[in-house]
């Protein structure tokens, strides 16, 4: 598994809208206290082949979209290599959203 780390600014209405008009999405929203079960719920959606999952910064939100069977974020949204990383470790790309480091996290690519 492969997370992609955004850390190019973008417009958060036009990422979601833009996977909203070409796969089916869910979302968990949380709060301060009810973060750590919401996150236990994503990653486990998250399990179902052909998805992926999408954070966000200053979003109380973990988006999951459905249908994926692939995606190329460099084309769809115009990216280049460098406003993408890879972090294997699905928390740290979590994490690095939430200290301020990147845009957004896309999960299990």
């Not at 009810?34 to 990653?43: L, N, Q, S, W």
């Not at 999952?53 to 109380?60: D, F, I, S, T």
């Not at 988006?63 to 692939?70: I, R």
Request: net charge negative.
């Amino acid at each position: 598994m492969t997370n992609l780390v955004l850390k190019k600014w973008i417009e958060p209405y036009v990422l979601l809208e833009t996977l909203k008009n070409q796969y089916e999405m869910s979302d968990f929203t949380f709060d301060g206290w009810t973060k750590p079960e919401k996150m236990k719920e994503f990653f486990k959606a998250l399990e179902k082949p052909d998805t992926i999952g999408l954070y966000m910064k200053n979003v109380n939100k973990f988006y999951v979209f459905s249908g994926v069977a692939q995606l190329n974020l460099k084309e769809l949204f115009n990216f280049c290599d460098d406003d993408l990383i890879s972090e294997a470790d699905s928390n740290t790309a979590l994490q690095l959203v939430d200290m301020g480091k990147a845009e957004a996290s896309f999960i299990k690519l």
